[in-house]
């Protein structure tokens, strides 16, 4: 890390640091904040209550009206008993509901889930088998047809189920003169719902031209880790155009009825690691609203997300409308397989499910860290061991580059007297470019680089980052436990206290703890490596920026201290063996030897000089014409 970087890194943490201190509330701010948080929880509840109340009203009289019309086609649909229908396989477990016709409960078995406490609300501990990813009025999919006299809205009418087994149901719903609207359903190997929606005796309820259907997909996305605030950072509403990539809503706003003008192939409604994705054989029909508002913690959910879409329809029956849902793990390998598994030949690249950050680290994360993390998984070892190994596999891998910035930086310091000599001989302001100039052709006849020392840093940023998105999506971590950490996929807690500090949270976490004890460290090793080989006023510079370099690892514990432990755990040890790499190449380095082969290196320049090139060339010619510019204003 060089004087650029050094001062580049104290800015941003300066800049970042400040703008937080200076626009924290007050006391007497935050009191009224609080009250008025109050205030305004109790009115959403209230307005949540009156639509509710408002709802069940406008149902009620819609269903009074459809029953009292008895010229309905799909009258009698509207009086029945509610049923379940379970449809179950090794990895899942879905209840589909008579009233709707369509899944109420999704299980995902052999992942840890939560209990609900006397408040129902989940406890934070993972302690149950299965997870349940959605219940009761959670989750609904209806489907609505528009006839010519008569609508059709599923969710409000009772199908009639036959053909039950363990992965398949056929649900009906019967109209009057022996029509039918008929769902079936396919429960395949996994993860993947199989499911047509088709007429039957019906072309005439439908106007000739009439060739679409709506449907309107409602979720509520239950908070299913401990970390709410980083669990919601990860929870999305996504979507797959069809002759395009992927997208998704703001993850920290509210959108409502966001208009995507192209055609979607999917719509996923996504946990931090776990989905349900709802693809259509041909396409949504462009001009599709989604929805996602981001929900309070005390609600126990993270998101309410909304899709209304429009797809083909056939009212001969001739041909069925087709869909496939996933509703499983939000694994990238899994998520690949399920393009192979859908009948419906498309590029779905759902693995996109799983967010590797932009381009440049995407492929990192995509072509070395997720074979490097499956070759070491396959082995069966503890996560925590997982990401120690990695850590070193990419120390191994950088070593090359990391002795070289070293050794360039120890070049740098045996030359330091040279150097000095420079600054005190060319000390007047008048001589600085040619100071630089002697400089640089100093470097060039020992054979040293300045710049050389910036590569490593450029080679290991990027992964940093690749991991910093990688680490919080693999669900491989979730639940998993490695020393005092009970979950590597949330933050370990060895404080908490039960109310939120502005800029800490509601708990103290010992992995974060370290990082930043780990940062401070290498950071003083780094400053101290530079320290020893600059000059001059880059020396005093050096020694008045020391204290504000230690503002960093202040300033990413306010940052990581709501991070997954496993994230937190592997930059530890990765700042852990950076220091531990740097302080052996100084223990092993003899100044005096590198100075002998560096004034061989200079004899050898000195008797057969090279043309200077690049910097050095550049600021010879300057100086050139600045001693010209010089000697014509003295004539």
């Given at each position: 890390m060089n004087k650029n970087n050094i001062i580049g890194f104290t800015l941003i943490a300066i800049v970042l640091i400040a703008f937080s201190w200076f626009n924290q509330p007050s006391t007497e701010q935050l009191e009224a904040q609080?009250?008025?948080d109050s205030i305004e929880y109790a009115q959403r509840q209230k307005d949540e209550q009156a639509r509710k109340l408002a709802e069940q009203t406008r149902k009620a009289e819609a269903e009074a009206a459809a029953k009292g019309d008895t010229t309905n086609m799909f009258h009698a649909a509207l009086n029945g008993e509610n049923k379940d229908i379970v449809l179950k396989n090794s990895k899942l477990e879905l209840t589909l509901s008579t009233k709707g016709g369509t899944v109420s409960k999704a299980v995902i078995k052999n992942f840890t889930g939560h209990h609900k406490n006397e408040e129902g609300k989940y406890d934070e501990k993972l302690d149950t088998k299965d997870l349940t990813l959605f219940d009761g009025n959670d989750q609904c999919l209806n489907f609505m047809l528009a006839g010519k006299t008569d609508n059709i809205v599923t969710k409000e009418m009772f199908f009639t189920p036959s053909n039950v087994t363990d992965s398949t149901v056929t649900m009906t719903l019967n109209a009057a003169g022996g029509g039918a609207i008929i769902i079936d359903y396919r429960l395949n190997e996994d993860y993947l719902l199989s499911m047509s929606v088709r007429a039957e005796g019906l072309s005439g309820m439908f106007a000739p031209n009439y060739k679409q259907m709506d449907?309107?997909?409602?979720?509520?996305?239950?908070?299913?880790?401990?970390?709410?605030?980083?669990?919601?950072?990860?929870?999305?509403?996504?979507?797959?155009?069809?002759?395009?990539?992927?997208?998704?809503?703001?993850?920290?706003?509210?959108?409502?009825?966001?208009?995507?003008?192209?055609?979607?192939?999917?719509?996923?409604?996504?946990?931090?690691?776990?989905?349900?994705?709802?693809?259509?054989?041909?396409?949504?029909?462009?001009?599709?609203?989604?929805?996602?508002?981001?929900?309070?913690?005390?609600?126990?959910?993270?998101?309410?997300?909304?899709?209304?879409?429009?797809?083909?329809?056939?009212?001969?029956?001739?041909?069925?409308?087709?869909?496939?849902?996933?509703?499983g793990p939000n694994n990238y390998r899994l998520l690949q397989d399920i393009e192979e598994k859908s009948k419906f030949g498309k590029d779905l690249?759902?693995?996109?499910?799983?967010?590797?950050?932009?381009?440049?680290?995407?492929?990192?994360?995509?072509?070395?860290?997720?074979?490097?993390?499956?070759?070491?998984?396959?082995?069966?070892?503890?996560?925590?061991?997982?990401?120690?190994?990695?850590?070193?596999?990419?120390?191994?891998?950088?070593?090359?580059l990391v002795k070289k910035s070293y050794m360039s930086s120890a070049k740098m310091r045996v030359l330091k007297p040279k150097l000095d000599a420079l600054t005190k001989q060319y000390d007047k302001p008048e001589d600085a470019m040619k100071k630089q100039q002697e400089m640089m052709s100093l470097y060039s006849k020992y054979g040293?680089?300045?710049?050389?020392?910036?590569?490593?840093?450029?080679?290991?940023?990027?992964?940093?980052?690749?991991?910093?998105?990688?680490?919080?999506n693999a669900i491989q971590l979730r639940g998993q436990s490695f020393l005092?950490?009970?979950?590597?996929?949330?933050?370990?807690p060895i404080v908490e206290w039960g109310t939120q500090i502005w800029g800490i949270g509601d708990h103290l976490s010992l992995t974060c703890v370290l990082f930043c004890v780990a940062n401070l460290a290498y950071s003083y090793m780094s400053m101290r490596q530079q320290r020893d080989q600059m000059v001059g006023q880059q020396a005093e510079q050096m020694k008045m920026m020391q204290w504000m370099m230690y503002l960093m690892p202040l300033m990413f514990f306010f940052m990581f201290n709501d991070y997954s432990a496993g994230l937190n755990f592997y930059y530890f040890v990765s700042l852990f063996f950076s220091a531990a790499i740097m302080w052996i190449l100084r223990k092993t380095t003899n100044d005096a030897k590198l100075l002998a082969i560096l004034e061989r290196r200079y004899q050898e320049n000195k008797n057969n000089p090279k043309k200077q090139s690049g910097l050095a060339a550049r600021l010879e010619a300057m100086q050139k014409q600045a001693d010209e510019l010089k000697r014509q204003r003295q004539k």
């Open positions: 609080a009250k008025q449907l309107e997909w409602t979720s509520r996305a239950k908070q299913q880790e401990k970390g709410f605030t980083f669990e919601n950072r990860y929870a999305t509403l996504t979507y797959k155009e069809s002759k395009g990539g992927t997208d998704y809503l703001s993850e920290t706003s509210a959108k409502e009825d966001e208009k995507i003008e192209e055609p979607l192939d999917w719509v996923a409604f996504k946990n931090q690691f776990f989905s349900a994705v709802l693809i259509s054989k041909d396409d949504f029909a462009a001009n599709a609203l989604l929805s996602s508002i981001p929900q309070d913690k005390e609600t126990g959910y993270l998101k309410d997300y909304k899709a209304q879409l429009k797809t083909a329809f056939d009212p001969s029956g001739q041909k069925a409308s087709e869909f496939e849902m996933y509703i690249d759902m693995q996109q499910l799983v967010y590797l950050g932009w381009p440049l680290f995407r492929y990192i994360n995509r072509f070395f860290t997720i074979y490097v993390f499956d070759w070491l998984t396959s082995w069966g070892l503890n996560m925590g061991i997982v990401l120690i190994l990695i850590t070193l596999l990419l120390k191994a891998i950088t070593y090359p040293v680089s300045p710049l050389s020392g910036c590569l490593p840093m450029l080679i290991q940023m990027p992964i940093w980052i690749a991991m910093f998105n990688f680490v919080p005092w950490i009970d979950d590597l996929s949330t933050y370990d």
